[in-house]
Nanobody, 121 residues
Framework: QVHLVESGGGLVQAGGSLRLSCTASGSIFRINTMRWYRQAPGKQRELVAVITSGGSTNSADSVKGRFTISRDSAKNTVYLQMYSLKPEDTAVYYC???????????????WGQGTQVTVSS
């Protein structure tokens, strides 16, 4: 089994910062790409940022210059550093990992349970 656990969400004022973490554990042989998504009330889930196993990154235009994705492969952990937060960043943030599961002998996508980020104006 594989589990992804996010942490670091909370309530912050506009202009503030938060750092989200997501750690994968279980029958992991190799983690490929890791992603952060978010879903605001009444809206579709959207991709926020992505980081490959080689460290290449990309992010949505709406967060470029404010959010930074990084990973610590030794810890199976991905981070999302968020600066200059805006009320429109309010959402549940989910991490996603594409990884080789040694118990299922294949590559699958796994999701965390989500962490709430609320930005007050």
């Amino acid at each position: 089994q594989v589990h992804l656990v996010e942490s670091g969400g909370g309530l912050v004022q506009a202009g503030g910062s938060l750092r989200l973490s997501c750690t994968a554990s279980g029958s992991i042989f190799r983690i490929n790409t890791m992603r952060w998504y978010r879903q605001a009330p009444g809206k579709q889930r959207e991709l926020v940022a992505v980081i490959t196993s080689g460290g290449s990154t990309n992010s949505a235009d709406s967060v470029k210059g404010r959010f930074t994705i990084s990973r610590d492969s030794a810890k199976n952990t991905v981070y999302l550093q968020m600066y200059s937060l805006k009320p429109e960043d309010t959402a549940v943030y989910y991490c996603n990992a594409n990884l080789y599961d040694s118990s299922r002998l294949g590559t699958y996508d796994y999701w965390g349970q989500g962490t709430q980020v609320t930005v007050s104006s």
